[in-house]
């Protein structure tokens, strides 16, 4: 996605602070992730966390919906 | 002995493929948050009618504008090269082939859809473009395409990205693009994320926020948006490469191709290589197709978290900050092109129908390949594109433990003259490969047992 090197930090706070979706793909080859997500997070934020997104299509229609409450009135 | 073999510019394809058209299970209509279809005005505000008509087109081919194929000729048709040199390295029987899309101006095969979007938002009256970048390939190509049309190019690169990778930011304004890090202060979803977190490193997720604002609120109306991958309209105008391998291979004089590789993040220029060739083999054709993903971010193949086919980009509510732990700093890893957080939902299906054979291959073996491929045939790929040189290789070395001659295809994505701190790691022995094992595999699944899973449809043909 970047091209280069990215620590755990980026990773961890990726989203708005709380970690990316991909955190365990990207990382469970290097740490016991799983663990470190156990430990600092709910079972009700892990959930959060990993919830599916919406698709692509549905994304765009989110944004422009939120986008256009920034057009004057 | 022909090393490779050219297209003239009147043999260039004149149209498109759509696998939409051929796929034995449809995709279903795109939905939008409340479950209801997207009808093509609510996409309006982003894209030109155009590209929404062949996002959702069920035709099969779709012809290519003389404007565009003009613009296209200027590094069009691409190469197609036989390894002989990677082949006798090998010491293999079979015969490797590869597409060279590295030699497009902006060095990948971006540029295909990027020229396509850049021309159907000029025809619509279309006076700028706004878009997301993360490594800056894709803000690159878009950047290249806007210069050569006349439009306007905003690219908003994410933060971490536009601070390490000055020489892709240098790129885009030599053709003219204003490139910001994201998240700025020239949107409001960019102002509302700096008053939170000054210290950001940005994410994509933001800066399409941010690309988005700024086609929407923009009062001319005069700007839309432009995405490099994933949606259908981008991998159909990546079909050219394909289509174009198939009348080079048959120059070749090769009547059928075995093997069709392409590494796969997002998916367009794996499906630029592979959707002709799936089209065959859903009317018969005895073709092994293969999206090569790295083990380290896998989606596709064993990855314990396959609930996951969908896009980073989606914001979820925010939840209370835990410092604990916040000391934890193991060794950065390298987030390559293929790290990325969504898959083309015609790729998806394609893999779900049983129509395509991904396969993961482990950092150090990409690299090692695309050293071997660098010594040989003298191209420093991507690190992308080492994944389809590897699975290359090991597929060679297959056929010649079973003394197979066969006929092998590739896509050469792009070069990797702007990525090669992937290579300084590699060659300082800095890459380290993790192999999962069967108890951490069964311990991860159990942690995502309650999450929710993808509905997946197939006919069982394949």
């Known amino acids: 996605m970047l091209g280069h090197q990215v620590s755990f930090k980026y990773c961890r706070l990726y989203n708005m602070e709380i970690p990316c979706r991909k955190i365990l793909d990207c990382w469970h080859e290097t740490i016991p992730v799983g663990e470190f997500l156990h430990e600092f997070y709910s079972d009700e934020e892990l959930k959060a966390i990993f919830n599916p997104p919406p698709d692509r299509y549905s994304m765009l229609m989110d944004l422009i919906e939120k986008s256009k409450k920034f057009l004057p009135k | ?462």
């Not at chain 2, 209509?29 to 590209?51: E, H, I, R, T």
């Not at chain 2, 290589?273 to 065959?280: E, G, K, L, M, Q």
């Open chain 2, 1 to 462: 002995m022909n090393t490779k073999v050219f297209l003239t510019e009147d043999e260039m394809p004149r149209q498109w493929y759509n696998l939409a058209a051929d796929l034995p299970s449809p995709l279903q209509p795109p939905l939008g948050p409340d479950g209801k279809p997207v009808s093509p005005d609510m996409l309006a505000p982003v894209f030109p009618m155009s590209l929404i008509e062949q996002e959702v087109s069920q035709e099969r081919w779709i012809k290519i504008p003389e404007g565009i194929l003009e613009i296209l000729f200027r590094w069009r048709p691409t190469p197609l090269h036989r390894a002989y040199a990677l082949e006798k390295a090998l010491g293999t029987p079979a015969k490797i082939y590869y597409k060279n899309e590295s030699v497009s101006p902006a060095g990948s095969h971006k540029p295909n859809t990027a020229v396509a979007q850049a021309w159907y938002n000029k025809e619509f009256g279309i006076k700028r473009l706004a878009t997301e970048t993360g490594a800056g390939q894709w803000g690159s190509a878009l950047a290249f395409a806007c210069s050569l049309l006349g439009l306007e190019c905003k690219v908003f690169m994410v933060r971490i990205s536009f601070e390490q990778k000055p020489y892709r930011k240098i790129m885009m304004q030599t053709w003219g693009a204003q490139c910001v890090a994201s998240p700025s202060t020239e949107t409001n979803a960019g102002r509302e994320v700096l008053k939170k977190y000054p210290d950001t490193p940005g994410s994509l997720g933001i800066a399409i926020s941010e690309a988005v604002e700024a086609a929407v609120t923009d009062q001319t109306g005069k700007t839309r948006y432009s995405l490099g991958s994933v949606l259908n309209h981008v991998l159909l105008h990546q079909t050219i490469i394909g289509l174009e391998a198939k009348k080079q291979l048959e120059k070749f004089g090769e009547k059928k191709v075995d093997i069709v590789i392409g590494c796969a993040g997002g998916g367009s220029n794996f499906a630029g290589i592979s959707f002709p060739f799936v089209n065959d083999k859903i009317h018969g054709a005895k073709i092994e197709i293969i999206p090569v993903e790295p083990t380290s971010c896998p989606t596709m193949t064993k990855a314990p978290f396959v609930y996951d086919h969908g896009d980073i980009a989606k914001m979820t509510p925010l939840l209370p900050m835990h410092s604990l732990g916040h000391s934890f700093v193991p060794e950065p890893i390298h987030a390559g092109g293929l790290r990325y957080h969504g898959m083309a939902p015609l790729v998806s299906q394609a893999i779900v129908e049983g129509l395509l054979t991904p396969m993961a291959i482990p950092q150090n073996e990409c690299f090692k390949a695309a050293l071997l491929f660098a010594k040989t045939e003298g191209i420093i790929v991507a690190p992308e594109t080492s994944h389809a040189v590897a699975a290359t290789m090991r597929k060679a070395n297959q056929a010649k433990e079973e003394g197979k001659e066969k006929v092998i295809l590739f896509n050469l994505s792009g070069h990797g003259l702007m990525d090669l701190n992937g290579y300084d790691s590699y060659l300082q022995g800095k890459l380290v490969d993790h192999e999962l094992s069967g108890e951490d595999l069964e311990k991860s699944l159990k942690e995502i047992k309650d999450h929710p899973k993808p509905v997946a449809a197939k006919t069982g043909k394949w």
